[in-house]
């Protein structure tokens, strides 16, 4: 999001500071700032001239001859590329000798046999945009040779801010100057733009309203929860005014003409998308909110779209004129013609929107912000300052009476706020009076709460741009960003700030993952989900899966293992050796029991396992290669039990599952294997998996598991440490004679 600073400064005198120091308290309250663009403080040498004769080129075909006058009394000649210039019309000129942004020096030089003496230029060759496909054309009440940034009001600065998620706020310059201002929300005033203020009657209905002959009507409410339109007569289509087309480059959008730039100039104000319908070509006239009916729409930018049912439109009386929340149609934009507008000011519904872009292949400014969330509350104002700027730019009158059709805006949300939350969450003492001083500000209303044993807490009111709000945390958060993260006391702690690593069963993890590693198994990390093929005992099943194949917690670690193995022999790799630790999951009641009276939990256990095959050791000529087999599975249990203090290592299978056991062993242990003792109980089982529990190629070797509880590993002892003698060992030899 670019954002203007002498557009903030006219919002909010009282900011102060230059566009790096703005960006930094920015970057402060958790607003980040990615850089501070320069606008104009290169343009010195730029004036404003006026081409007087255009003619073309005896030698190119796509080049002007221009006859320029930039106020210094002879005409200059000038070579010009750009297809929009036209005669008696003003323009960004540097004469020869002068110097353009980025250091580009402009010369005299011929240009195809006709000499140049300065260079017309465009938006993008001056830095104050991002159009290069023509010349920039400046209102008609500038003189020839006048400085350009006097003309435009320059210099400026842009904020280039990295907009998160859920600040949709901060997408226009009143949310951010509202964040700077010293007083916040008080210092913040909207400037009129010297015309007569519009107050209209309100005609309302919670379905359909007409007014001035216009009918709205709202076909499905929930599509779109209120719609406001208000009709503008006799305007005259054209440039914008000088202040306005600086304002909207700077904030990196690009001038239309005066219609168009008001609606996308609140836009960027007030966070508000609005959208100017050409009355004329509204048929009936009428507009209808309501769903496509696979039919064809040309939108703005010339695209043709086929509309199916999940697309939200914008109708008149016979087809679509614009997809609702998203952009415009071209059957009923406005044009140098155009005399009477139709205002559109709406609140869309988020996902029915985010269907619309989606389905279309559009994104934009207003979808962007319609499928957060827009402040209801304020769209009155929106349209209100939408309708003073077009009658004070291209002229007309507005109806006195405007439509407003669908729900009232939405109560206030109201969050209760604990002055003993903010300590034990934030470690600031902070009265409730403190507290509302940092709230207030920013738009929040407060007062104390009236519920008996509520601590003290605070009545917080959120006001409706703050569509993030929405829970005792989130007022937390904006405590903290207004009190200043870099005024947090800083205290020296008797204890860190993670105790991670001190916890008994990091250790053993910690233990168990060295161990594993040092026999040179590979580490796997395995999702927590998996088919009901794949478990045993009593699975716990999920409410909402991503997809059948997960829709249970897994119950063993080996059965998954056992898939990775099969996935290293889809790729041919015979020589496997995996080990995986983590968390196993039963449920407390079973498949098929009542749960009558019962509270159903899930009991998580943390397991070893790991699942090796292939060669005992890497082939080598100078001895004949052998596969794992039962012997080397025993000296992995060995070492393990030595280096983790296991217990006993016992030939034979368990009699059945425990609850100390995986409890599906049974499904991939063969004869051959081994029960982990633990005090003479059992915490696991190792052995040769069983050949039709994994699905073997024939070249692939016999495959060994074992799975075994976390806690049946000891943790390490404390070993204490004493210096070396400082003298030397005396040795005596004694012979005994009896």
Request: proline letters at 7%; aromatic letters at 6%.
């Amino acid at each position: 999001m670019d954002i203007s600073v002498n557009w903030l400064r006219a919002l909010a005198p009282s900011i102060d500071g230059s566009a790096d120091d703005l960006a930094a308290a920015l970057s402060a309250r958790a607003v980040p700032v990615d850089r501070t663009v320069p606008v104009g403080e290169e343009l010195g040498d730029v004036v404003v001239a006026r081409v007087v004769e255009v003619g073309k080129h005896p030698n190119a075909d796509r080049l002007s001859l221009c006859r320029v006058d930039s106020g210094m009394g002879d005409l200059l000649d000038v070579v010009c590329g750009a297809p929009n210039v036209v005669e008696n019309a003003l323009y960004p000129f540097i004469p020869a000798g002068g110097t353009l942004p980025g250091g580009f020096k402009i010369e005299r030089r011929k240009i195809r046999g006709h000499e140049s003496n300065g260079m017309l230029c465009s938006e993008k060759e001056l830095g104050l945009g991002r159009d290069a496909a023509g010349i920039m054309r400046l209102a008609d009440d500038h003189e020839p040779g006048q400085a350009l940034v006097a003309a435009l009001g320059l210099p400026d600065a842009r904020l280039e801010v990295d907009l998160t998620p859920n600040r949709i706020d901060l997408a226009c310059h009143a949310g951010v100057a509202r964040e700077l201002a010293p007083g916040g929300v008080a210092d913040v005033v909207l400037p009129p733009f010297g015309g007569p203020d519009w107050s209209p009657r309100w005609e309302s209905g919670e379905e359909s309203a007409s007014a001035g002959g216009v009918r709205v009507t709202i076909e499905e409410g929930d599509r779109c929860f209120r719609y406001l339109a208000a009709i503008v007569r006799g305007v005259t289509v054209g440039p914008s005014p000088e202040w306005l087309q600086a304002r909207l480059r700077a904030a990196g959008a690009r001038p239309i003409n005066n219609v168009v730039d008001s609606t996308n100039y609140v836009l960027l104000e007030l966070n508000q998308p609005l959208h100017a319908f050409d009355l004329a070509r509204l048929a009936g006239p009428e507009i209808r909110v309501r769903a496509a009916r696979n039919e064809p729409h040309t939108t703005l930018d010339g695209a043709e779209h086929e509309l199916g049912r999940e697309v939200s439109v914008i109708a008149d009386a016979e087809r679509p004129v614009a997809l609702a929340g998203v952009m415009g149609g071209a059957d009923s934009e406005v044009s140098d013609g155009t005399t009477d507008l139709l205002i559109e000011c709406a609140a869309f519904d988020p996902r029915h929107t985010r269907h619309t872009a989606r389905a279309t292949g559009l994104a934009t400014d207003a979808s962007y912000r319609f499928e957060r969330g827009i402040d209801e509350a304020g769209m009155e104002g929106a349209i209100r300052r939408a309708v003073e700027l077009i009658v004070a730019t291209a002229g007309g009158s507005p109806d006195d009476v405007a439509l407003r059709v669908g729900r009232t805006p939405p109560l206030p949300t109201r969050v209760s706020l604990r002055p003993s939350r903010v300590k034990a969450v934030l470690g600031l003492d902070l009265s409730g009076e403190q507290i509302a001083g940092l709230l207030k500000p920013l738009g929040f209303g407060v007062s104390e709460g009236t519920a008996s044993g509520d601590d003290g807490a605070l009545d917080v009111t959120v006001p409706g741009w703050r569509t993030d709000v929405r829970a005792e945390v989130d007022l937390l958060e904006e405590v903290a960003r207004r009190y200043g993260y870099e005024s947090f006391p800083h205290e020296a702690r008797s204890l860190r700030p993670s105790t991670v690593p001190d916890s008994p069963v990091w250790q053993r993890a910690d233990r168990a993952r060295r161990a594993l590693t040092s026999l040179g198994a590979l580490e796997a990390r395995s999702s927590s989900f998996a088919p009901e093929g794949q478990t045993s005992g009593r699975p716990a099943r999920l409410l909402k899966p991503l997809s059948e194949a997960e829709s249970f917690l897994r119950t063993d670690l080996v059965p998954i293992l056992l898939g990775r193995v099969e996935h290293n022999w889809s790729r041919g790799h015979r020589d496997v050796r995996l080990y995986e630790i983590g968390s196993v999951f039963q449920s407390s009641v079973g498949a098929g029991e009542s749960t009558a009276g019962e509270d159903v939990s899930v009991i998580e256990d943390i397991r070893v396992a790991f699942g090796i095959t292939g060669l005992r050791q890497p082939p080598h000529w100078s001895g004949a290669e052998y596969d794992l087999d039962d012997w080397d599975l025993k000296g992995w249990l060995e070492d393990l039990g030595s280096g983790l203090g296991l217990g006993e290592i016992a030939p034979g299978r368990p009699d059945a599952d425990g609850d100390d056991l995986p409890f599906g062993f049974g499904r991939w242990l063969g004869e051959e294997s081994f029960c982990i003792l633990r005090n003479g109980r059992p915490v696991g089982v190792a052995g040769r998996v069983r050949d039709d529990a994994v699905d073997a190629p024939v070249w692939a070797a016999p495959v060994y598991a074992a799975e075994f509880r976390l806690e049946a590993v000891q943790l390490e002892d404390h070993r204490s440490y004493r210096d070396l003698p400082t003298f030397p060992a005396v040795t005596r030899d004694l012979a005994l004679v009896l």
